[in-house]
């Protein structure tokens, strides 16, 4: 099993639909975090959770909803997104996210399509 | 602001050869950690190998190693004895002070033919 699980791996949604993303780690981590990754653009930082409690948000759209009901799940709500949104999504965790020696633990991230 | 930056698209190397991949940096924070990820066809990101901007030693893992120069605000990845599972992009990362995020640049694409 791996230390973080993503599902769907992938997803296909017109623009009105209302989807969520699921991210779970068994790493016993106490942060974390949506990435979103585009074509031919660097990964960019959307959320941060630490214990439970966001503590970033990277002026992501009101179109994506986060939700961290504990320490081992992440979750991505997703309503009225735009064709330009479709790109994967990564899921990670860390022990903690203030350390800058602290390295994240990936999923396979989930590729999302909007149509 | 932080920023890295990988000015190769590609790289192409042959199997058993030694490749170098190539990351700058910039920061003002005095206190930052740099991060290698390899990025495989399936998605995942990969962790290999980390150096502390205190670090007096170069970091190595196996065979990956990081050229840490400082003065240059550069962090290469060498990676020794290519494999064709070596074939990924390749994703040089930074964090700051404490409390700022992970940032990553664009990735370099690496092809190993035998």
């Known amino acids: 099993e791996t230390g973080v699980t993503q599902t769907p791996r992938h997803l296909v949604m017109g623009m009105t639909n209302k989807k969520s993303l699921k991210c779970e780690q068994h790493?016993?981590?106490?942060?974390m975090y949506w990435y979103k990754q585009s074509a031919k653009k660097p990964l960019e930082l959307m959320f941060v959770y630490n214990f439970k409690e966001q503590t970033e948000n990277n002026s992501v759209p009101s179109r994506f909803s986060p939700e961290c009901p504990n320490s081992s799940h992440l979750f991505l709500h997703l309503h009225t997104l735009q064709p330009e949104d479709s790109a994967l999504y990564l899921c990670?965790?860390?022990?903690?996210?203030?350390?800058?020696?602290?390295?994240?633990?990936f999923g396979s991230g989930t590729q999302l399509s909007v149509l | 602001a932080q920023k890295i930056t990988q000015t190769q698209p590609g790289m192409f190397v042959q199997e058993k050869e030694a490749v170098t991949l190539d990351c700058t940096y910039d920061t003002s924070d005095q206190s930052y950690g740099l991060f290698w990820y390899k990025q495989p066809s399936s998605g995942e990101m990969i962790f290999l190998i980390y150096?502390?901007?205190?670090?007096?030693q170069n970091a190595t893992e196996g065979r990956y190693s990081l050229n840490f120069q400082k003065a240059r605000k550069s962090a290469n990845l060498v990676i020794s004895a290519s494999q064709l599972g070596d074939s990924a992009m390749y994703f040089c990362?930074?964090?700051?002070?404490?409390?700022?995020?992970?940032?990553f640049g664009k990735g370099t694409t690496l092809s190993v033919s035998s």
């Open positions: 990670a965790s860390s022990q903690e996210s203030a350390a800058s020696n602290e390295k994240l633990f």
């Open positions: 150096q502390g901007s205190y670090d007096e």
């Open positions: 790493l016993g981590h106490n942060a």
């Open positions: 990362a930074m964090r700051g002070k404490a409390g700022t995020a992970l940032i």
